[in-house]
């Protein structure tokens, strides 16, 4: 059996952003933190990190946040961009000020351009991100797209081709499988992640798309009830979702 790891109190508080290890010392001191509704008056005290410690330890007269290894879905909105560091509004914005300040940081697992809304996941579990984007795990992204101009009906054969080459680059994109809804709106998905990718493949077909948005990752998709700008925390069966078989090829 695996032993469960433990932290002091200082610093788990602190790489979870709630303050210095020194103001921690004194909420402490002044019985600010307690677990299970009795103070813990020394901040190096050992805290086991079991996840249901997040409703046994209260800070400040609220629940702990997340403990590390947390994972999110966003609905990402148009207009906000996935950087620490850009101009403008960012997609960490979105989340609690103080999760902002978390070390391990918590980072978005792979990119959607500013113009281009729908689902994004975030972690601070680097193995989990890298899971995820990893291609040797064949995960599928779904983008729904509307185009600039109709389909002109070779597009599903070229896009599943594996022999479609984006400008600049060296290596044929693996084949993808497009789902046409209308005449200028399509459902791409594809396994790989290069940059600007659907709107690239669009524009080597002759179109341009006017508005991208992300419908799932695997087998997750976006639910209906998560407005634009809101998160949610990702449990076990959302996780194993990602990873499974979707079953619609490409
Ligand atoms: N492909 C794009 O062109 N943009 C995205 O944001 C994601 C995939």
Known sequence: MTKTPTSR??????????????????????????????????????????PDLETRLVVDGEALDPLPGVALMLN???????????????????????????DPAISTVGRLDKETSGLLLMTDDGALLH??????????????????????????????????MLEGEEKPLAPARLEILGPQEAILQVHEGRYHQVRRMFAAAGNHVEALHRESIGGLALPADLPPGAFRRLGDIDLAAIFAETGSGG
């Open 9 to 50: 109190l200082d610093k788990l508080l602190a790489n979870l952003g709630y303050a210095s290890r020194r103001e921690i010392q004194m909420l402490a001191r002044n019985g600010h933190i307690l677990l299970d509704g009795a103070p813990i008056l020394r901040a190096d005290t050992r805290i086991a990190l079991r």
């Open 76 to 102: 990402k909105p148009l207009g906000v961009t996935c950087s620490h560091k850009e101009a403008g509004p960012l997609v960490y914005d979105l989340l609690p000020t103080r999760w902002r300040r978390r």
């Open 131 to 164: 899971r995820i984007i990893s291609p040797k795990r064949h995960v599928a992204k779904r983008y729904r797209a509307r185009l600039a101009r109709p389909l002109t009906g070779g597009e599903a054969e070229l896009f599943a081709s594996g022999t479609l």
